[in-house]
DNA sequence: CAGGAATCTGATGTATCGTCAGATTCCGCG
DNA sequence: CGCGGAATCTGACGATACATCAGATTCCTG
């Protein structure tokens, strides 16, 4: 199972040495651009321009802008696991605390890399997009399933109520996560830091997680 | 402080009856194709060709599609009042839990409701256009405060931690809300009912705001 | 350095954008 | 009635982007 499949020409084939790289410098021009203007306001022609090729060697790599993004959605799934193993730490007491905060932190310290091409890939999703779609389910469900595992875990031990369902739990938590980290630049304008933010988070995380709150 | 300001010609002059009539049914053609096509396809040819009318005629009234837009968030604005209302509600004990499961219910019949015109509200907001995170900002934030409030009053009385800082955290509820309400059909895709989603929301809104899990 | 594969692009037909000047509709008033 | 001006709408247009393909260019390999 490979993170990602085999860059390709648009007409299947394989690409060589030359290709890939003209490939590689569209990709960032892409989502250079997408930090300035907005995904309606993205042309081909102005990625392109960029690059200093012609339209038309975009097309080559390309379907149009969302297949490129897309391709930049997968590119940036590939830093998940790491935050993953995060969830796999304790969840015992102050440990569990800090676990929950690495967890938090981990979505910001993401979402701060790769802020505009996920935005993109929630709106097609919620769009209802097949393939933006998918790509989300399978990077964040093995996050969700994880947290799920644990909800679980003190829901046995009779410190989660019967009333949460552990799966839509984790689902919420990791929405609120990532909404949160697209926004928090918003909250710092308002005067609360990155710090409290991300406390406050982790502080939801573990209570909803373990049923009790944080030492 | 009128919720919507008056409807204006693109060249700030008021509207006659007939021009209202045609602004208007600009916008719920506006909102119909939104819920089909993707903000990127969405064209104004296609919005006038569905009224009848020409696209001229659509630029009489507003400055291109995301202004139009705009408009239909301001209009769906005018229902959160009735949510806010909610959170007046009693917070104590198993009343308390009503409460929040009313707030849940409240925000996930909005998004049914209005979810293309919100998603795209939260995504301009989120790249940063003036406009829409004014307009995003004014209408949350009388939700935010007031949560924040009661959260206030709950740390008060020792019962919600130091470490939570109450803004960070009705936003993070909030901001868990939306996601969850433009979500909630792909859950039930996956087996979770509306209600187990809701129901677990509702808690998790419970606990922290009042520092205790519901009964 | 010839020949073929890999890669790029100019040219093109189609479509949307956004803007006016002018056409059409509406309505009050003599 | 029907005239005149205000309100409203639209045809037509230059500018720009889309998406495609045949042909040009570059890059090897033998």
Same mark, same amino acid.
């Given at each position: 199972?490979?993170?990602?499949?085999?860059?390709?020409?648009?007409?299947?084939?394989?690409?060589?040495?030359?290709?890939?790289?003209?490939r590689?410098?569209?990709?960032?021009?892409? #989502?250079?651009?997408?930090q300035? =203007?907005?995904? =309606?306001?993205?042309?081909?022609?102005?990625?392109?321009?960029?690059?200093?090729?012609?339209?038309?060697?975009? %097309?080559?790599?390309?379907?149009?802008?969302?297949?490129?993004?897309?391709?930049?959605?997968?590119?940036?799934?590939?830093?998940?696991?790491?935050?993953?193993?995060?969830? #796999?730490?304790?969840?015992?007491?102050?440990? !569990?605390?800090?676990?929950?905060?690495?967890?938090?932190?981990?979505?910001?310290?993401?979402?701060?890399?790769?802020?505009?091409?996920?935005?993109? =890939?929630?709106?097609?999703?919620?769009? !209802?997009?097949?393939?933006?779609?998918k790509?989300?389910?399978?990077?964040?469900s093995?996050?969700?399933?994880?947290?799920?595992?644990?909800?679980?875990?003190?829901? #046995?031990?009779?410190?989660?109520?019967?009333?949460?369902n552990?799966?839509?739990?984790?689902?919420?938590?990791?929405?609120?996560? #990532?909404?949160?980290?697209? %926004?928090?630049?918003?909250?710092?304008?308002?005067g609360?830091? =990155?710090?409290?933010?991300?406390?406050?988070?982790?502080?939801?995380?573990?209570?909803?997680?373990?049923?009790?709150?944080?030492?």
């Amino acid at each position: 199972m490979s993170a990602t499949r085999k860059p390709q020409d648009q007409s299947g084939r394989p690409l060589g040495p030359r290709a890939l790289q003209t490939r590689q410098r569209l990709l960032e021009a892409t #989502e250079e651009l997408l930090q300035k =203007r907005s995904v =309606r306001e993205l042309r081909v022609v102005e990625i392109a321009r960029q690059v200093g090729t012609s339209p038309a060697t975009f %097309y080559q790599y390309f379907a149009d802008v969302e297949d490129a993004i897309l391709a930049l959605v997968e590119r940036s799934a590939e830093e998940l696991p790491a935050i993953i193993e995060q969830i #796999e730490g304790p969840w015992q007491g102050a440990r !569990g605390f800090a676990t929950a905060r690495a967890i938090v932190d981990g979505f910001v310290q993401h979402w701060d890399r790769h802020g505009a091409v996920l935005r993109v =890939r929630n709106l097609k999703a919620e769009e !209802g997009d097949r393939a933006f779609r998918k790509l989300r389910l399978t990077t964040l469900s093995p996050v969700v399933e994880s947290l799920a595992k644990r909800i679980g875990e003190f829901k #046995e031990a009779g410190r989660v109520q019967d009333g949460m369902n552990p799966w839509a739990a984790a689902s919420s938590l990791i929405a609120m996560l #990532e909404r949160m980290s697209s %926004y928090h630049q918003n909250f710092e304008r308002a005067g609360v830091t =990155r710090d409290q933010l991300v406390e406050t988070c982790a502080r939801i995380l573990y209570a909803t997680i373990t049923g009790r709150q944080a030492g």
